[in-house]
């Protein structure tokens, strides 16, 4: 069992999460006619080893240590991949890639992220994507936002937050 390493964060298998989405991303790569290759898993992999979004040169740097081809063109490429299959997002303001629990349905990428320990959740929009996307055409505006990022204090954060750590 691999156990996150913030003494904040709520302990959960998180080897669990791994293997779903391991498993999701082989299935959503056979159901695109793709294939995911070795690089492109690992890579995927180490995206998934907590739920805090991992920098392009955090990843490069683990696959060089692994002995993968780390050009960051082959990196950037696999990263690349990964978002159009779905399997992972890019959190822009934290510019870090996270990997996405819900692959194998198409959705938008709306973030809730812990100032305290960098973890993200995605959370349910749909309700707040049609308000927003009402309120934008109020205006004549057509929304074409495909993202948008929160930042706050999550619940184990918030739990645990007035006492040392
Ligand atoms: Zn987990
Ligand atoms: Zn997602
Ligand atoms: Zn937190």
Redesign the pocket.
């Known amino acids: 069992m691999t156990e996150h390493k913030h003494s904040?964060e709520h302990v959960h298998n998180h080897d669990v999460c791994i293997e779903q989405a391991l498993e999701t991303a082989e299935a959503v790569c056979t159901e695109q006619g793709q294939r995911l290759t070795k690089v492109r898993r690992r890579a995927l992999e180490l995206i998934w080893q907590s739920h805090r979004p991992l920098g392009a040169y955090q990843l490069l740097a683990k696959l060089a240590e692994e002995g993968f081809n780390s050009a960051p063109p082959t990196v950037y490429r696999a990263l690349d991949f990964l978002i159009s299959a779905g399997l992972i997002h890019k959190v822009e303001s934290m510019n870090a890639y996270l990997g996405c629990a819900h692959a194998d349905k198409a959705h938008k990428g709306y973030f809730l992220i812990?100032d305290?320990?960098q973890?993200v959740m995605e959370f349910d929009y749909q309700d707040i994507h049609k308000t927003l996307i009402a309120k934008a055409a109020e205006q004549g505006f057509e929304l074409r936002s495909d993202t948008i990022e929160l930042t706050g204090?999550?619940a184990?954060?918030r739990a645990t937050g007035s006492q040392p750590s």
């Open positions: 904040h812990c305290e320990c973890n204090l999550c184990d954060c």
